[in-house]
Nanobody, 124 residues
Framework: QVQLVESGGGLVQAGGSLRLSCAAS????????MGWFRQTPGREREFVQS????????YSADSVKGRFTISRDNAKNMVYLQMNSLKPEDTAVYYC?????????????????WGQGTQVTVSS
C-alpha cells in the first residue's frame, strides 16, 4: 500500500505559477499510474492530469491543457504538477492519487490511494 502526501500549495496571483509535489512512501510508485485531481466546495472531485508508470504518456483535462504539466521521478518516488498561467477558477484543493490501472484513466474510482490534499488559491 502506498501513502501519498501533497505539498506546494498556496496563494498566488492570477497569471502566476505553482509547483505541487506528491511524496510517496510505503511502496515504489513505478507500479502505479499517477494522477492529480482537484475539488472545490460543493462540487465533485474532478480530474486534472494523469501519467503512465514510466512517465512516457500523459493525459490532461481540457481546462488545464497547455498550462499544467504532470511529471514523475520514480527514483525519488515523487510526482509533480507544474501549474502556469493560473486563473482564479483553478482555486481548489488538489489531490494526488495512485491507480493500479495500467492505462491512463480520468475516473476517480479507478484510483485506490489518495493524499490529504493541498490548497491552491488564485487571486484575481
Amino acid at each position: 500500500q502506498v501513502q501519498l502526501v501533497e505539498s506546494g500549495g498556496g496563494l498566488v496571483q492570477a497569471g502566476g505559477s505553482l509547483r505541487l509535489s506528491c511524496a510517496a512512501s510505503g511502496r515504489t510508485i513505478d507500479t502505479y499510474t499517477m494522477g492529480w485531481f482537484r475539488q472545490t466546495p460543493g462540487r465533485e472531485r474532478e480530474f486534472v492530469q494523469s501519467i503512465t508508470r514510466n512517465g512516457g504518456t500523459t493525459y490532461s483535462a481540457d481546462s488545464v491543457k497547455g498550462r499544467f504539466t504532470i511529471s514523475r521521478d520514480n527514483a525519488k518516488n515523487m510526482v509533480y504538477l507544474q501549474m502556469n498561467s493560473l486563473k482564479p477558477e483553478d482555486t481548489a484543493v488538489y489531490y494526488c492519487a495512485a491507480s493500479h490501472v495500467v492505462a491512463l484513466t480520468t475516473l476517480r474510482d479507478r484510483y485506490q490511494y489518495w493524499g490529504q490534499g493541498t490548497q491552491v488559491t488564485v487571486s484575481s
